[in-house]
């Protein structure tokens, strides 16, 4: 980023700490962390429920058969559910779903893949939990009632984010090696984004989340300010963290201000990334945090 040294997503971590079927298994009961969400319109059991799908899909580079498997499971969870697939990139696709409204409306998106490298890397919270939150964000925002001028909101899976055959530490490049999803959605829908909330690490235990310091402020304030409002102001901060280039970035390239919700001190490029390290309650917060946001940004 121009007067910074911004760091790649994928560069070490900074320090360590059938649809019936399938809809069953959601709305089933959760067992592993014990902890228990508060009362509210986000449901943290369902989204544990999907974070445990994601991972018995074990590893799921881009492209790959796991992951193309698991998004046609993930489609029809989000509302309208479809995929978009990503020019010069064949078997990626993109997960898209949307709340109808006025436009320029609202994107809210994580990535659903997952490391190529180390081999059996699955991803609880480098990319399962974020994903999670999206689909079960989208069903508390259907159930919700939206003026008649509310804004068009969608709900994006990216595909890609990952670089395609070398190491996250090894890419000269991300923005162009990685982030594919993203920028062929930018490309693919100018003009129709207001605001996007991206999420990455937001499903581990000690969840902190400063502000990324690439994130538009302004935004970042009415996050902090969501979270007030449910009672969950502790997991953020408004002060500014590392800069990170995520899935985020090719909106703020093209003038869409921005968010990246990412704990960047989780260790997120390892084999211990697995469902022990989350949190049933830091899940709830985020999901809580961006259902109230989104809620209020698409009635102004």
């Not at 040294?5 to 298994?25: M, S």
């Not at 008649?148 to 090696?177: I, S």
């Not at 310091?213 to 009672?231: I, P």
């Amino acid at each position: 980023m121009a007067g910074r040294d911004a760091h790649r997503k994928h560069g070490p971590a900074r320090r360590c700490a059938a649809v019936a079927a399938l809809a069953a298994v959601v709305l089933a009961g959760c067992g592993g962390s014990g902890e228990k969400s508060h009362a509210g319109r986000f449901d943290a059991n369902r989204a544990w429920r999907l974070v445990e799908l994601q991972l018995a899909s074990g590893q799921r580079p881009a492209g790959s058969p796991q992951l193309r498997r698991l998004a046609a499971k993930l489609r029809p969870l989000l509302p309208g559910g479809r995929f978009e697939a990503l020019p010069g990139e064949p078997g990626l696709r993109n997960v898209v779903g949307a709340l109808p409204g006025r436009r320029p409306g609202i994107v809210v998106g994580a990535h659903y893949d997952t490391l190529a490298s180390p081999r059996g890397f699955v991803g609880a919270n480098n990319g399962a939990a974020g994903s999670a939150i999206v689909i079960e964000a989208a069903s508390a925002l259907a159930r919700m009632h939206a003026g008649p001028g509310a804004r068009e909101v969608r709900f994006v899976l990216f595909d890609g984010e990952e670089p395609a055959k070398v190491l996250p530490e090894q890419t000269a490049d991300f923005y162009h090696e990685g982030l594919r999803g993203s920028r062929a959605y930018v490309a693919a829908n100018p003009g129709r984004t207001s605001d996007m909330i991206l999420l990455d690490y937001v499903g581990n235990r000690g969840l902190f989340l400063p502000r990324e310091a690439t994130s538009d402020e302004a935004l970042w304030n009415r996050v902090v300010e969501a979270a007030n409002e449910v009672g969950d102001e502790r997991f953020f901060s408004r002060e500014a963290g590392s800069a990170i280039e995520d899935d985020h970035t090719p909106f703020l390239r093209a003038g869409v201000p921005a968010v990246d919700l990412i704990d960047w001190s989780y260790p997120g490029h390892t084999l211990a990334d697995r469902l022990d390290k989350l949190s049933r309650q830091s899940i709830d917060a985020v999901g809580e945090t961006v259902v109230q946001l989104v809620g209020e940004l698409r009635e102004e």
